[in-house]
């Protein structure tokens, strides 16, 4: 699958499912992982995913 679909579908899960609890704005904040973490590159996907959507959604800053 294309990653640029994943992202998009992601984003659109990530705000649909807050839709009751709050925007994804106003509930979610940026993941910074510490320098001892060990992500496997699933979780750094994930991770990156999250921070994309929140800086188009939220303009979180790096």
Do not use: K, Y
Not at 19 to 40: H, K, M, N, Q, Y
Request: glycine letters at 6%; charged letters at 15%; aromatic letters at 4%.
């Amino acid at each position: 699958m294309e990653p640029r679909l994943i992202l998009a579908t992601l984003a659109v899960l990530l705000v649909s499912a807050c839709a009751s609890a709050g925007s994804f704005c106003d509930i979610s904040a940026p993941i910074r992982p510490s320098s001892e973490d060990v992500l496997t590159e699933g979780t750094a996907r994930q991770i990156l995913v999250h921070n994309q959507t929140g800086a188009g959604l939220c303009r979180w800053r790096p």
